[in-house]
C-alpha cells in the first residue's frame, strides 16, 4: 500500500472542456510529480511541485497546470482537452525534491470523446 | 539528457523459465536506474532501483538486475517465472542531482504461460 491516492478513478469528457484531477500524496511527502501514460506507452513527465512550488516541467502545453496546497496534496488542470489527452494520469510522491523514491497512485483514466 | 531503451515491447516465458528483460540507458552524467511493474489498471510499482554502490541490486519478488556501465544497461532477469509476474515492466533513469524527474521507457509485456 503505498498511501498515494487520485481521484476520479475514470473520467469521461468532452473535448474543449476543463479537467481537475486531484493526488493525496504519502503521509510526510513534500514533492508531488505528474504523468501522463499515452495507451502501449511509458509514462511521460508532465510537472513536479515541491512546497506548493512549480520546480520542473517536461514537454506540455501551458494549457496542462497544476496546484499543491499546504497539505501536500495536489490537482493537475488540463484545459480545452483534446482527443489526444485520453491517457492514464498518474500521480507519484516523495520526500524531498532530489534524489528520492516516488512512489505512485493507481492513476485516473481520462477519456476524452 | 536521459533516456531508456527496452528491447522487445513483448516477451513470453514458460513458468519456472528465466525471465530476462532487456534495458539500456543513455545519460550524459551518472544515472539512478529503476523498474517498475504495472499490473493492469493500477499505477506503478518499484521493484528495484541502482543508485550507488553495488551493482548487483536485488528487488522484490525474486526480480534482480545489473548494472553494467561499460554496456550502458540495466538488465531485469528473475531466474523462475511464476503466474504471478505476468505484467507490465518498465524500466526508467534519472539523472543524480536532478530532480525527481523520471524518464521512463515504452514498457515490455511479460507473459508467462503454463
Known amino acids: 500500500e503505498t498511501g498515494v491516492t487520485q481521484s476520479p478513478t475514470h473520467l469521461i469528457k468532452t473535448r474543449g472542456q476543463q479537467v481537475t484531477l486531484r493526488c493525496s500524496s504519502q503521509s510526510g511527502h513534500n514533492t508531488v510529480s505528474w504523468y501522463q501514460q499515452a495507451l502501449g506507452q511509458g509514462p511521460q513527465f508532465i510537472f513536479q511541485y515541491y512546497r506548493e512550488e512549480e520546480n520542473g516541467r517536461g514537454n506540455f502545453p501551458p494549457r496542462f497546470s497544476g496546484l499543491q496546497f499546504p497539505n501536500y496534496s495536489s490537482e493537475l488542470n488540463v484545459n480545452a482537452l483534446e482527443l489526444d489527452d485520453s491517457a492514464l494520469y498518474l500521480c507519484a510522491s516523495s520526500e524531498g525534491q532530489i534524489n528520492t523514491e516516488a512512489f505512485f497512485g493507481q492513476g485516473t483514466r481520462l477519456t476524452v470523446v | 539528457a536521459q533516456s531508456v531503451t527496452q528491447l522487445g515491447s513483448h516477451v513470453s516465458v514458460s513458468e519456472g523459465a528465466l525471465v530476462l528483460l532487456r534495458c539500456n540507458y543513455s545519460?550524459?552524467?551518472?544515472?539512478?536506474l529503476f523498474w517498475y511493474v504495472q499490473y493492469p489498471n493500477q499505477g506503478l510499482q518499484l521493484l528495484l532501483k541502482y543508485t550507488t554502490g553495488a551493482t548487483l541490486v536485488k528487488g522484490i519478488n525474486g526480480f534482480e538486475a545489473e548494472f553494467k556501465k561499460s554496456e550502458t544497461s540495466f538488465h531485469l532477469t528473475k531466474p523462475s517465472a511464476h503466474m504471478s509476474d505476468a505484467a507490465e515492466y518498465f524500466c526508467?533513469?534519472?539523472?543524480?542531482?536532478?530532480?525527481?524527474?523520471?524518464?521512463f521507457g515504452t514498457g515490455t509485456q511479460l507473459k508467462v504461460e503454463l
Open positions: 545519460s550524459s552524467v551518472p544515472p539512478y
Open positions: 526508467a533513469v534519472k539523472a543524480t542531482g536532478g530532480g525527481n524527474k523520471l524518464t
